[in-house]
């Protein structure tokens, strides 16, 4: 749970990015809420990857990040092998978005505004294993006192204090408040 513009999306992108380029046809899945946010962080992904130094070290070897993509369609990258990997952005707005297939990194963003989250997030879920080396981000704001996202931060949240292995949740709470953060104050005081 997050104040806005903390920069948690970004991070998720740029670790959901590390992950797949470092590793062996690794799948990400990305949701947002809505269909423009979904296309501000396909645009963020497009910005990640033009920045990525590409080249032939001063030896003459090609750099770690001297790759081919596959496709670079609207809503998904695809890298060729040796990656072999793949970045799907949808958004919560299409009835079917994350359904079908297996994910190793899933971030669904802004779930506390999805319609029908329960449905949708199950659906989503179910692709990605429970096994180690896969990862689930939801990340959201704030939207009221109910609702999936709010059932799901405080029944993970109750449970933050017990050992991994002897919780019922597969979430782990984090609550990020807005005044943690020096840009939204106006003074010290």
Request: negative net charge; aromatic residues 14%.
């Amino acid at each position: 749970l997050k104040a806005r513009q903390q920069g948690f999306s970004t991070y998720v992108q740029a670790f959901l990015f590390w992950l797949v380029l470092r590793g062996k046809k690794l799948r990400g899945l990305i949701i947002a809420d809505v269909d423009e946010r979904a296309e501000m962080l396909l645009n963020m992904a497009n910005t990640a990857l033009s920045n990525i130094p590409r080249g032939i070290d001063t030896d003459g070897n090609p750099m770690p990040w001297d790759f081919k993509m596959k496709s670079r369609a609207a809503y998904a990258l695809v890298w060729e092998e040796p990656i072999g990997g793949s970045i799907n952005i949808t958004s919560a707005q299409k009835s079917a978005a994350g359904r079908g297939g297996t994910r190793d990194i899933v971030h669904i963003t802004e779930t506390a505004f999805w319609p029908e989250a329960e449905t949708r997030a199950a659906g989503v879920l179910e692709s990605l294993p429970d096994l180690a080396g896969t990862y689930g981000f939801n990340e959201s704001t704030a939207n009221g006192d109910t609702g999936w996202f709010r059932n799901e931060f405080w029944d993970s949240w109750h449970e933050r204090e017990k050992p991994l292995l002897e919780r019922n949740r597969s979430w782990v709470s984090m609550f990020f408040g807005w005044w943690e953060l020096p840009d939204y104050c106006w003074s010290n005081t």
